[in-house]
């Protein structure tokens, strides 16, 4: 999965950056309540590091020849569909074993992710309940090869202001949508094509920028300095969001547009004369956590509901100690996670990437 699960040895801060995303994203999920606005933050930086790695990687513009459009998204379609399945079969054999919920048709749609199509909460966020996003990412590789088109020999100044006009209309949108809207709103993959350009557009900004050795060619203590600031900025817009219930119909996602936006760009900007903070996004533990990202997002419900329905009464059974609500519940989450993740990335999606070429 394109900013994901592919290599990165061009920008090893942007891999542990994916782990700290992910990371972000299951404690959240594990209802770590000090998470729920920078979840939101974690989504969007996702949308933009996709959309960038693939205007970086990819050419349909200059090259049509090279590679199909169909093609490209047949591939990713191969490598992501697995992936999900796994995580989606996990999920319901657990419904199915324990009869904790009710298995119904809409899983149908599940499996072929078009779940977030649907205006409905439990559609959306049914199952596995970050199936949304795959199915969402799924649709932006689809379009990419036509926006890359579209927006080729043009400035990018164009490219620039058509991210305003979106940004523009989302802002006077937001505000109008009722509450049982605004999750559809936020899983629309029509709408988060919008956090995607904004990272293709980076992507552009950062070919022009990478010439001129500003950040890359300077010395560390100025990088440092940069990925500080930038850090800073996004540490702001989460404490604003916290605080500020102004910004309540913007915080899904828009809020985040800029400070994430701006981590991508200078975090890959950084690479040459790594800052500090890069520094540490490299050691090997991050580099491993952000290669396992795409699988920690297809197993964190498999890996909790094993360890609820499983685990739990196996524990409780022969100590009579019950950790439902304990950090040890949140760390034996952890544990089972990482240890799925990291066995599927090792011997499940190596095969997956090769069947996929």
């Known amino acids: 999965m394109q900013g994901m699960s592919e ?18 994203t299951v ?38 020849g090279s590679e199909s459009r169909w093609a ?41 992710l078009l779940q977030s199509w649907v205006p409905c909460h439990d559609v959306q966020f049914g199952y596995s309940g970050l199936g949304w996003f795959f199915g969402t990412i799924l649709f932006c590789y689809a379009c990419f090869p036509t926006l890359q088109r579209a927006f080729n020999g043009r400035r990018l100044r164009l490219q620039v202001a058509t991210v305003a006009v979106a940004a523009l209309a989302l802002s006077v949108a937001l505000p109008q949508l009722p509450a049982s809207g605004r999750d559809w709103f936020y899983t629309l993959p029509v709408v988060r094509l919008c956090d995607f350009v904004l990272g293709m557009t980076l992507a552009r900004a950062y070919r022009r920028l990478l010439p001129l050795h500003g950040l890359t060619a300077s010395r560390v203590s100025r990088a440092s300095l940069a990925e500080v600031a930038v850090v800073a ?4 817009t989460l404490f604003a969001d ?13 809020l985040y547009w800029p400070c994430m936006g701006l981590l991508v760009l200078v975090f890959a900007l950084t690479q040459e004369k790594k800052g500090v903070v890069s520094r540490l996004l490299c050691v090997a533990p991050m580099q491993w956590l952000g290669a396992l990202s795409a699988e920690i997002f297809a197993l964190q419900f498999v ?48 095969r997956l990437r090769r069947a996929a070429e």
Request: aromatic share 18%; net charge positive.
């Open 27 to 64: 404690c959240f999920h594990m209802e770590m309540h000090a998470f729920d606005q920078a979840v939101h933050g974690a989504v969007s930086f996702f949308f933009i590091l996709s959309g960038f790695l693939l205007e970086l990687r990819h050419d349909f513009a200059s090259r049509p």
């Open 233 to 236: 900025a996004a540490a702001l």
């Open 303 to 350: 890996a909790s509901l094993w360890v609820n329905w499983l685990l739990l009464p196996v524990v409780f059974h022969f100590t009579g100690v019950s950790l439902y609500g304990h950090y040890s519940w949140i760390m034996l989450v952890f544990v089972v996670l990482l240890a799925m993740a990291w066995a599927t990335h090792r011997w499940v999606s190596p």
């Open 72 to 112: 490209f998204v047949w591939t990713r379609c191969r490598r992501l569909y697995p992936l999900h399945w796994m995580g989606l079969a996990g999920v319901v054999l657990i419904y199915a074993v324990f009869h904790c919920r009710p298995i119904n048709g809409w899983l149908v749609v599940h499996i072929a």
């Open 7 to 24: 290599k990165l040895p061009l920008y090893g801060a942007l891999r542990g950056w994916r782990g700290v995303m992910a990371l972000v």
């Open 242 to 254: 916290r605080h500020c219930a102004w910004l309540l119909p913007w915080n899904d996602f828009l």
